[in-house]
Structure formats: C-alpha cells, structure tokens
C-alpha cells in the first residue's frame, strides 16, 4: 500500500511539474510579445498625450516619472490608478480593449497632463 502511495506520488510530481513548467514559460512568452505604450512624467508634464495600442489585444503600460515630485497615472475607463514615485517605473499589463478612445491623466498634475490611449 506504501509503495503505491509513492509510486503515485512520483507519477503526479513527473506529470505535473513539465506542465507547470510549459505554462509558466508560455506566459512569459506572451508578456514578453504583448505591445508596450510607454507615458513618461516629468513634474506636471507628460512626453505624449495621444498613445494607439490595437484593439482586442493585451497590452503593458509603462509609466516612467522622471521628476522631482510623485505622479498619479489615473485612467478610470482602463480600471488604471497607480502612484509614481520620482525616478520609478511602474508597469500594468492591461486586457484586451474595445476600440475608443480612453482618457489619463496625472491626478497630482490635472491641468498639464491630460491624455488618451486609441485603441484601434
């Protein structure tokens, strides 16, 4: 009954194992392939105000503050609200989207930074 025990035991380790392994794998791959739209912050200012990604399709937003002070990337229709502190990166990988058009901005920095992502 014992031997059984492991010998089950090392068949569900040998089965497993390689499954999770592929998995794992097949979803850094697929990071590593999804689109990046990248917004830089600079104490009130952004590098862009109009980002397209495609439609229907995962996508990692790379939100870069190069400034002195903190930003708040905000992008409700995105579900996105994540602080920046200065001098760091913060990435979020978004689902897939319809196409339209969806506003951001830096909530600290309302007036100066307002923006949309295209999705198309």
Same mark, same amino acid.
């Given at each position: ?27 850094? %791959? ?9 917004? +830089? ?10 980002? +397209? ?18 930003? +708040? ?7 996105? +609200? ?26 600290? %920095? ?5 923006? %949309?992502i295209i999705v198309k």
């Amino acid at each position: 009954m014992m031997r059984r025990r492991l010998l089950n035991t090392w068949m569900l380790q040998g089965l497993v194992a390689p499954l999770l392994a592929c998995s794992t794998l097949g979803q850094v %791959h697929a990071q590593d392939d999804m689109p990046v739209a990248r917004i +830089e912050f600079n104490d009130g200012a952004v590098n862009t105000r109009l980002i +397209e990604v495609p439609a229907r399709t995962r996508f990692r937003l790379e939100m870069v503050n190069t400034g002195k002070t903190p930003a +708040e990337f905000e992008a409700r229709s995105l579900g996105v +609200e994540i602080v920046i502190p200065p001098g760091a990166t913060r990435t979020r990988a978004i689902p897939p989207k319809l196409a339209g058009k969806y506003p951001f901005f830096d909530d600290f %920095h309302m007036e100066t930074t307002q923006g %949309h992502i295209i999705v198309k």
